[in-house]
T-cell receptor, first 118, second 116 residues
């Protein structure tokens, strides 16, 4: 079974600064996908960024980038130029890659609450 | 774009009452999911349906039943609600592997359910 660990329950960052959110996971699979989801106070779950395990290049989406260390099973999210609208809970998630549709379960970490200070 | 639509958004029940949470998606996705979110626990999978006509248990299925009514709709039923089922419930959907691998899951806005 896969596990996803987010050990920091809360973090705070000054507006315009950079912050890194940590995530580690445990799996015996070699082919999988990792995601970061954002949940603002509105409760919506918004996909921030996605990483395929077979890709060595770290994914980036505008101000969001990841540091994917496959051997260390680490998947951290870096937010540059933090904005007030980044205040939210952030979830790291894992899914095993499959061609058949079996075991399509997405495993979430417990989340980290990020507060951006003005 | 509607995406994933859940109804209702809020509900209060008494212990022992039953109710069905509705979920519909308009993205032609094959897979649909039901999660519950509790403080400090993240999202936990209740049931999922990898494709129309199939359903499987997730991590916390006890006390729930599901129905994949058609490709668009996936409902979650609480037969006899208990206070431990007080939670926020999310429905999600994703494209199949035939559409280019594991597609990210798209989530509805959630249902806040309180059981008294």
């Amino acid at each position: 079974a896969q596990t996803v660990t987010q050990s920091q329950p809360e973090m705070s960052v000054q507006e315009a600064e950079t912050v890194t959110l940590s995530c580690t996971y445990d799996t015996s699979e070699n082919n999988y996908y990792l995601f970061w989801y954002k949940q603002p106070p509105s409760r919506q779950m918004i996909l921030v960024i996605r990483q395929e395990a077979y890709k060595q290049q770290n994914a980036t989406e505008n101000r969001f980038s990841v540091n994917f260390q496959k051997a260390a099973k680490s998947f951290s999210l870096k937010i540059s130029d933090s904005q007030l609208g980044d205040t939210a809970m952030y979830f790291c998630a894992f899914i095993r890659a499959s061609n058949t549709g079996a075991n399509s379960k997405l495993t979430f970490g417990k989340g980290i609450t990020l507060s951006v200070r003005p | 774009n509607a995406g994933v639509t859940q109804t209702p958004k809020f509900q209060v029940l008494k212990t022992g009452q039953s109710m069905t949470l509705q979920c519909a998606q308009d993205m032609n996705h094959n897979s649909m999911y039901w999660y519950r979110q509790d403080p400090g626990m993240g999202l936990r999978l209740i049931y999922y349906s990898a494709s129309e006509g199939t359903t499987d248990k997730g991590e916390v299925p006890n006390g729930y039943n599901v129905s994949r009514l058609n490709k668009r709709e996936f409902s979650l039923r609480l037969e006899s609600a208990a206070p431990s089922q007080t939670s926020v419930y999310f429905c999600a959907s994703s494209g199949s592997w035939g559409q280019g691998g594991n597609q990210p899951q798209h989530f509805g806005d959630g249902t806040r359910l309180s059981i008294l």
